[in-house]
């Protein structure tokens, strides 16, 4: 009887890689390396950035020839420019990231596509966390050798005559994919140009279109069982 | 507790920049035809077994930094170049389909790990 009022377990499973960041974490707290104010600070700081600053980037880019030179050529002066310093707020780096932005241009005879085969490098100042599908074994291990197939699963059919050049993030150097500006968006402003710069299209498993936003209503599924009366 | 070394010198510049002007100059340049060495990697590398014995072109050369087989260990005292390689997918795998010869793939060294092609 007494069995039946435990509480469930909260989670099924603990990883190691969890218990090991809780540990390392409280070490650091207790020998003083940082407070516990500070680290839920930077936990705070981390999940509030996203991939607007980025889209930005490329707004600009595509409207400013000079600003395009310029992310092409230094990456994080560039991110100055659109808000982002890649020092902030620590002094030396984003938590965990290193501050050597590449941008990756797209053109009519090369399309770029990112993966980080160790992990999960990331340019995560300037475009917020990684998705999920990003750090999986699955991506990750296929995408180098099966890149089409990979972009296929994502809806985007590269044409064969295009080189389709996969960036395999493995060192400090961080990296983003300047895509193409599509037809159908001239006379835009860069208000408009950075809310179809999708954070998807800045990985290169997308492209941007003048009708899709990364703001678009989501569609709307009824429930199958809907509860009476709510 | 004061900060780590690390910190202290990458502060106000940021890292890879804190290690600018520490390595010998770099022996390889944009162009260079490269093979990617199978160098012993007992405990720690980012040097992924794919690329090894690999022969690829030098398309960017990135910065300077500790190699991360030293760096995992903390010895920073001799930073290398870095070098981003460009292979063709049919180099890397032999699989890979025709129709597509044109495909490459990017991924970046130290200098330890390349040789002259």
Redesign the interface.
């Known amino acids: 009887m007494a069995d039946k009022h435990k509480p469930a377990p909260m989670v099924d499973e603990v990883s190691d890689f969890e218990v090991l960041e809780v540990a390392v974490r409280e070490l650091a707290i207790e020998k003083g390396l940082f407070s516990a104010e500070d680290h839920r600070r930077f936990a705070e700081f981390a999940h509030s950035i996203g991939p607007l600053p980025a889209a930005r980037l490329v707004a600009k880019s595509w409207l400013d020839p000079e600003f395009k030179k310029l992310a092409l050529e230094d990456g994080f002066t560039a991110s100055k420019e659109v808000g982002i310093d890649w020092l902030n707020p620590t002094g030396f780096g984003t938590p965990s990231d290193y501050c050597d932005l590449r941008v990756l241009e797209n053109t009519p005879s090369v399309h770029h596509v990112v993966v980080c085969t160790l992990c999960s490098c990331y340019p995560r100042p300037i475009l917020g966390h990684s998705p999920e599908w990003y750090r999986t074994p699955n991506y990750r291990r296929r995408l180098v050798r099966w890149p089409r197939q990979v972009l296929s699963e994502f809806g985007l059919q590269i044409p064969s005559d295009v080189e389709v050049r996969v960036e395999d993030s493995n060192q400090k150097c961080r990296f983003m994919v300047m895509p193409m500006r599509p037809e159908g968006t001239e006379d835009w402003s860069e208000d408009q140009l950075a809310e179809i710069v999708t954070r998807d299209c800045m990985l290169g498993v997308a492209l941007p279109h003048p009708d899709r936003k990364a703001d678009d209503k989501r569609p709307v599924h009824k429930a199958a069982n809907p509860v009476h009366g709510h | 507790?004061s900060?780590?070394h690390?910190?202290e010198k990458?502060?106000?510049?940021?890292?890879?920049?804190?290690f600018r002007g520490e390595a010998p100059a770099p022996k390889f340049k944009v162009g260079d035809r490269v093979r990617i060495r199978d160098l012993p990697d007992i405990f720690y590398t980012?040097c992924?077994v794919?690329t090894r014995g690999a022969e690829g072109v030098v398309a960017?050369v990135?910065?300077e930094?500790p190699a991360?087989e030293d760096e995992a260990w903390d010895n920073v005292d001799e930073p290398e170049w870095?070098y981003?390689v460009?292979f063709k997918?049919k180099e890397?795998?032999p699989e890979?389909p025709d129709?597509?010869e044109?495909?490459?793939?990017?991924?970046?060294?130290?200098e330890r790990w390349l040789e002259s092609a």
């Not at chain 2, 502060?11 to 804190?18: E, V």
């Not at chain 2, 044109?102 to 130290?110: G, K, V």
């Open positions: 507790m900060r780590g690390h910190a990458a502060t106000g510049k940021g890292d890879p920049q804190c980012r992924q794919y960017v990135t910065h930094s991360p870095f981003i460009r997918q890397l795998w890979y129709v597509y044109n495909d490459t793939l990017q991924t970046e060294f130290s």
